[in-house]
């Protein structure tokens, strides 16, 4: 076929839904101590997460053999599950060994430097206790954490202190709580005297992101006593408090609309270090996710930016804040040990890395990849940042992926798929992302939607979708795809729109107008009452603030769940489903599948053993991303370089109903914002058995 009469979507591509697949390693949570570097790595071909070191000479060691997996499912979308801690052996020499939080049993465990052999901290309790955001308490002696209990059918959260000799494993008394009775706790950080504990509180129905508290007690052999709140309310967003020194702390405070630095003493007004119409912090869903470190020097090395950030250097003396530039447009997770920074980044063109910064020179050098195997540069779209015009002249802040293909010349607009993400208060960024690319190599141009609601563009854009979601998301979108056809770019006839989780609900709602030709959701949301009833305690109210508060809204939950627009689509449907998902159940796939088929509506449903809320497993993403890409060759007309997707127009056959679950019943730990669809860039929690074979219920894929 010759280039210029190659339909789009027909362009021959190097990169396979294998390549996709296949990935490489997830890289999270470094930390440095001494010039060694350590991290969690997650291995999707083995189904499990090790823990990695790298000391000052370049050796690399993987610390955890298998099948030892590191995990916490602590706020269901768990976070940093480890910790390096010194300790000293009998010629009083000190090592580091490791704490960390096993994903099979939820146990925390020790593993001594040089041992293969981990022991465990904390008593046997059939997983009902899972531990997270691990801090070193100042006499080194014990590591303070936040725990999670399920018991008698409900959740409680608290911080508590566990001694590194073990003797909590035997003796559950051993594990001291210092402090309970909020609905949820993060950051639990000991002042370097030891003399006083800071940490971060909400409660139901506030999302972290919504309201927080940042309180400060007095710590001492009997526990924390006189606390009290610092800074935060219902109305504001505290994060990731750090020491300056026994009386000082550093905190990231939306206060003023975003999340900027503040200096607070032990009393008083917290000072506002460098005020900006920027985030200089991520948004708080996973634990221990931190964006600016205290250097000894006294200097701050802080993230900022939108839905993007990149690091820059603060200097409380001169009160100037000097970028370090590096090619690389997307930070996150960073640490240090005073003098060196580590973090994990990325760009459009660079994989997923861990990288090490010289906060002094600027320099970064990289540490690690997730891959090697890149592709072709040339197959890599370069995504354009836009400010697109909302509904009433609002911004709708976008990220445009075009066709790129260097062997061959497009003519005309071109077919164009709207990503909705996940979240929904979470954000699309610029990292490395081989889905897109598989798709753009192809012909199938990407517009990456940050709709109203999204985190990286201050409070006020966040709550855009407040009492809106289904509304203001949807219409987002749709005015993202109608601007891309107006200046000429996107083809009118061939729009589609996908999204996983939230980003699904989005994706269906859009699916009720005349703007797109098909759909896929991945794991979404279809039946809202459905879902506030089965999701997982941490998400189990943030419908009050999405939708409204029930029972007064119940008409309005039932008017925005898809199941119930069934109807009003008319055009094909691709579903995605993990039969182990705790977090949007199987039965809201079902639901809509079914609710499709009564209304004789194309439809295809696939589910998937053994995956839960993202998939990992090599075979289903492959499955899945395939499938994905056939639904738009048959819908957009196209020859693919994949089986055809069969639709059916009749509900799929019932099955067994599964046993009933309560929410202390927690699900595999879900995948990392905007990282939740299939090929993407993985979930960090799942230990399943990677290579469970894809059920097909009401759909088929044939040869």
Not at 648 to 676: D, H, I, L, M, Y
Request: negative net charge; glycine residues 10%.
């Amino acid at each position: 076929m010759s280039e210029l009469s190659s339909p789009y979507g027909s362009w021959p591509s190097p990169i396979s839904a294998g390549d996709v697949a296949r990935g490489g390693r997830r890289l999270a949570f470094p930390s440095v101590v001494g010039g060694a570097v350590w991290w969690e790595e997650g291995r999707p071909e083995e189904g499990r997460t090790t823990l990695m070191r790298r000391d000052a000479d370049g050796t690399v060691t993987e610390l955890l053999p298998a099948p030892w997996s590191a995990g916490t499912r602590v706020h269901e979308y768990g976070g940093r599950a480890y910790l390096p801690v010194p300790r000293r052996d009998d010629k009083a020499i000190a090592r580091m060994g490791v704490v960390f939080s096993s994903s099979a049993d939820q146990r925390l465990y020790l593993l001594e430097h040089g041992s293969r052999e981990p022991v465990p901290l904390t008593p046997d309790d059939g997983a009902s206790s899972r531990y997270a955001d691990p801090a070193l308490s100042a006499d080194g002696r014990g590591v303070l954490c936040v725990r999670e209990r399920h018991e008698d059918g409900a959740v409680h959260r608290s911080i508590v202190s566990v001694p590194l000799s073990g003797r909590g494993a035997q003796d559950p008394s051993a594990v001291r709580e210092l402090v309970s009775g909020a609905d949820f706790y993060a950051s639990p950080t000991p002042s370097p005297d030891g003399a006083h504990l800071a940490y971060v509180r909400w409660n139901h129905p506030r999302m972290p992101w919504d309201g927080s508290e940042l309180r400060v007690g007095a710590l001492d052999g009997s526990g924390l006593s006189g606390e009290y709140t610092l800074k935060g309310g219902v109305d504001e967003s505290v994060v990731s408090p750090v020491w300056a020194d026994d009386a000082t702390l550093y905190v990231a405070s939306d206060w003023p609309g975003w999340w900027n630095l503040y200096q607070a003493g032990m009393t008083g007004q917290a000072i506002a270090l460098y005020p900006a119409e920027e985030e200089f912090h991520a948004p708080p869903g996973r634990l221990g996710d931190r964006s600016f470190c205290v250097l000894d020097s006294g200097r701050i090395v802080a993230l900022h930016g939108h839905a993007d950030m990149t690091p820059s250097v603060y200097d409380p003396d001169t009160l100037d804040l000097a970028p370090v530039r590096t090619g690389l447009t997307t930070w996150s997770m960073l640490d240090t040990d005073g003098r060196t920074v580590v973090a994990v980044a990325s760009s459009p063109t660079e994989p997923q890395c861990l990288v090490r910064l010289d906060p002094g020179s600027g320099s970064v050098e990289v540490l690690r990849r997730v891959t090697e195997k890149l592709p072709d540069a040339a197959y890599l779209p370069v995504p354009r940042r836009e400010t697109l015009p909302g509904r009433y002249g609002a911004p709708v802040h976008a990220n445009v992926y075009p066709p790129t293909n260097p062997d061959v010349v497009a003519e005309g607009p071109a077919p164009y798929v709207v990503w909705a993400h996940g979240g929904p208060v979470s954000a699309s960024t610029l990292a490395f992302d081989p889905v897109k690319a598989y798709f753009t190599s192809r012909g199938i141009g990407v517009v990456d939607v940050n709709y109203g609601g999204s985190t990286g563009y201050g409070r006020s854009y966040r709550k855009r979708l407040h009492k809106e979601w289904g509304v203001v998301d949807v219409e987002d979108c749709v005015a993202a795809a109608r601007a891309l056809v107006e200046q000429g770019v996107a083809d009118p006839d061939r729009l589609a729109i996908r999204g996983p989780s939230a980003g699904g609900y989005t994706a269906l709602m859009a699916l009720t107008g005349d703007t797109f030709a098909c759909g896929v959701s991945l794991f979404g949301v279809t039946d809202l009452l459905g879902f506030g009833e089965t999701t997982h305690d941490f998400e189990s109210r943030f419908l009050d603030t999405l939708v409204g508060t029930l029972p007064g809204f119940a008409e309005r939950y039932r008017e925005r769940s898809p199941v119930n627009r069934a109807a009003d689509i008319d055009v094909p449907v691709l579903l995605l489903q993990g039969l182990e998902d705790k977090v949007v159940t199987p039965d809201q796939a079902t639901a809509m599948a079914t609710a499709l088929g009564r209304c004789e509506s194309p439809y295809a449903l696939l589910e998937f053993e053994g995956e839960a809320h993202g998939f990992t497993a090599q075979d289903v993403r492959v499955r899945a991303l395939e499938a994905e890409l056939a639904l738009y060759a048959r819908v957009f007309g196209f020859e693919a370089d994949v089986a055809p997707l069969e639709l059916v127009t009749a509900p799929p056959p019932t099955r067994p109903e599964p046993e009933p679950e309560t929410r202390s019943q927690a699900p595999e730990p879900a995948g990392e914002a905007g990282t939740e669809a299939a090929g993407e860039g993985g979930t960090p929690g799942k230990d399943g058995d990677a290579g469970e074979a894809p059920r097909s219920a009401g759909a088929a894929v044939t040869d």
